[in-house]
Each structure stands twice: as C-alpha cells, then as structure tokens.
C-alpha cells in the first residue's frame, strides 16, 4: 500500500471507531498516534465516559490479537506476565503465558493494584520481552499497553510509579461530554446500541499488523530539521528549570515527543515536522512526566498549565 493508501485505511479506521464511540475525538486521534509511533497510552477519565469502550473499539478495528486485564489489589505479578506451572503429565514445569502475551494489552484501572504488580510492566514495556525464572520471552509484534484510570476516587488505588509513567508515550484525558453529543449518545442506546456487541454497531476491521507496520515504518522516515530537533530540546529543558516542577521531563521524554510529532505529521500528509507538530504534541505526551512541587500543587497549578506557559516562551525557529 502506498502513504496515501495507509493514510486512508487510518481514516477509515476513525470512522468505524464513532460507529461506537461519541465525542472522544482527540483520544481516538491520540490512540492511532500511539500505534503508528509504536508507544504505550495512559487513559485517564471519570468512570462512564467510555475509556474501556474506546480501547475496545480500536481494537476491533484492527486484525490484532487483544487482551484485557482487571487490574485488583490481589492481582500478582505472574497473572499478568505468566508463570511456571507443573505439569504432572510430563513431571517437570511448563511455562504458562500471562495476558501479557498480546498485541493490544487493555489494563483496566492499572492504578488499583500495587507496585509490585504495576513493576511486572515495566520490562514489557520498555523492552517488548518478559523474563521468568532466568528466561527471556519476546512478545508479539507490535505491543500496545492501553491503561485506563480514575482521576478522582483515590481509595484502594495506588500511585503509578514514576518509571512506570515514563514509559507511557501519552496520557490522553477523556473529558465529560457536551449535551448535544450526550444527546447523541443517548440516541444510540435508545436506538438499541449495545456497547457488548461491536459487531452488532457495524465495526469492522479495516487494519492488519501488516499494514500497520507498513505505516509505522512510513512513521519513521519523516523528517526533523536540527532547528525543530533543538526546539524539542529547549521546551524538554525549560520543564526542568521550572519554579514549580520537581521533575522535568526526561531525555525518553524528548524522544516520545519526537516520536509522536512525526506520526501526527504522518497522518496530515507531512514529510518533516514543524514546531506546530512538536506543541501539538507537547501536551498529552510530556504531561504525565512532570513531578510538580508541592507548593505548586496547593496553589491549583496543573501540568497542562506549566506546559502552556513553557510553549509561549520558548523562542520558535523561523
């Protein structure tokens, strides 16, 4: 397939995922994201705004193999990334693979199990492999962790780490809808919309990991001017010299902008990134990196807000 052609197939692919899914239109842009530049998506949203439903949707809409896991207080770390278990037929131990062992791996409400648990992850998404008892498995290809969380019920949830946040390319935020898309949605389900049955909606798959790894290589070939490379850098380096950050955003950091600039530019046709892709960017995949001081935090300052500011000082090259 050519650019034009696998530029079409991701259009395509946001038309099936509205046959399910109202009003998350920057979510959906940011999950195609993801997926070309081969990165990880942190879901945040309020219960009920269909965090679940959209990771499930994409999902149907692309011929890969998909897992969902229930992330619970007890849940171990062995659950997600398999283990050894005896098999008395044979008298010796076989390895049992977890969930993990995926394309697109759902991690419902990953901040309700401990970090022991969210730390079995860790190497499976940075290095696309899971080592048991000395082995090194290699997981599929390609490896997606689409992690869902609620902002504001902390009881019985634990604070993911910050190594673990790192390695998610982007934390995209699912806002409540307007009424007239609730409007909508309502329309559907008194239609007979069931959100059980996507086949039922009419969702089809319309991508094959061929095709997305066609596209991911397209990805990577789009161009960076050492000026927009450096612009990347200066906005990465002022959040570290914030008044109100603790932690700035890490050189992994930089590089997922980059990473998710050329994919945007990609998907609007683009052959080389501008500073337009890297502040359009900047936002859902340096936001969950930056540590806040505390002080800043008592006086209501948000991640989004340092970042705002940051993109209005840094000088932009010509």
């Given amino acids: 397939m050519t650019d034009q052609e696998l530029r ?11 046959k399910s899914v109202v009003g998350q239109d920057a979510a959906v842009t940011g999950l195609m994201i993801a997926l070309l530049a081969g990165g990880h998506v942190l879901l945040e949203g309020v219960p009920g705004v ?23 207080p007890d849940l171990m770390p062995g659950d997600v990334t398999g283990s050894l278990v005896f098999d008395a037929k044979v008298g010796e131990f076989e390895f049992r693979e977890g969930p993990v062992f995926t394309n697109i791996l759902l991690a419902d409400e990953i901040n309700r199990t401990p970090p022991k648990t969210q730390s079995a992850l860790l190497e499976a998404m ?19 962790v689409a992690a869902t969380m609620n902002p504001v ?5 634990y604070t993911l780490p910050e190594a673990q946040l790192d390695r998610f390319l982007m934390k995209l935020t699912l806002p409540l809808p307007d009424r007239e898309t609730e409007v909508e949605v309502l329309a559907r389900h008194s239609a007979g919309f069931n959100p059980r049955d996507l086949a039922a ?9 061929d095709e997305l790894a066609a596209a991911q290589a397209a990805v990577r070939q789009v161009g960076a001017s050492r000026d927009v490379l450096g612009y990347a850098v200066d906005v ?45 960017m900047a936002l859902p995949v340096l936001r969950h990196r930056l540590q806040l001081r ?8 948000s991640a989004d807000a340092i970042l705002r500011s940051i993109l209005q000082q840094v000088r932009v090259p010509i």
């Fill in 126 to 144: 940075e290095e696309r492999q899971v080592s048991v008892d000395g082995q090194t498995r290699k997981l599929p290809v390609p490896f997606l």
């Fill in 294 to 301: 505390p002080e800043a935090e008592l006086e209501g300052i």
């Fill in 201 to 209: 909606a009419g969702v089809t798959a319309v991508l094959s990991a």
């Fill in 153 to 157: 019920e902390y009881e019985g949830t």
């Fill in 50 to 72: 269909a965090k679940t439903l959209l990771v499930r949707t994409l999902s149907h809409t692309l011929r890969l193999d998909t897992k969902r896991v229930q992330f619970t």
């Fill in 8 to 18: 079409a197939a991701f259009a395509r692919v946001r038309t099936e995922v509205g």
């Fill in 236 to 280: 990465a380096h002022a959040t570290r010299h914030s008044p109100s950050v603790k932690l700035g955003v890490s050189p992994r950091g930089t590089t997922a902008l980059l990473a998710a600039s050329k994919a945007w530019a990609w998907l609007n046709g683009v052959e080389a990134i501008t500073p337009d892709h890297v502040q359009a």
